[in-house]
């Protein structure tokens, strides 16, 4: 739950101080405790995820990230899925679903929300990424800050 937090606040950051999309996402360690690193969402092409898990692979070895949990705010897109499965990123941690973000952006231009589930992204490939969301107990909170955006 404090991932969870703790990634839907650099979300926040990334929303209040640059205008950016609201998604956030931390890269935890093995020990499940420490934050490696944290990353905003930076533009259509360069979503939070994608972005810490391209950054992550030039810092880590791969057995390291094995073990290493990506923590979302928001399930990750085929893209961003895809990306973690070739970083080597063994875990994955998400707060709300792409179906309840599609919800909230509705057509909008921006964000044009595929439906494709980062399981079947996972299913598709030969490792077995471990996938726990969505986690009920914070979506409320970050589709507020998804309603604010999109819609404010």
């Known amino acids: 739950m404090k991932h969870l937090r703790h990634a839907n606040a650099v979300a926040r950051r990334a929303r209040d101080a640059m205008g950016k999309h609201p998604f956030g996402a931390i890269l935890v360690a093995p020990d499940g405790e420490t934050v490696l690193a944290e990353q905003g969402n930076v533009d259509t092409v360069n979503h939070a995820e994608a972005v810490l898990a391209r950054t992550a692979v030039l810092n880590h070895p791969a057995e390291y990230l094995w073990q290493c949990t990506l923590v979302t705010t928001v399930e990750p897109c085929a893209m961003c899925a895809g990306t973690q499965y070739w970083a080597h990123i063994g875990r994955l941690v998400y707060g709300m679903t792409e179906r309840r973000l599609l919800e909230l952006t509705g057509s909008h231009e921006e964000n044009p929300t595929m439906d494709l589930p980062c399981r079947s992204v996972f299913a598709a490939g030969q490792k077995a990424i471990e996938v ?18 999109w819609q404010g």
């Open 132 to 149: 726990i969301g969505p986690v009920a107990e914070v979506e409320d909170e970050i589709a507020a800050l998804h309603r604010d955006f």
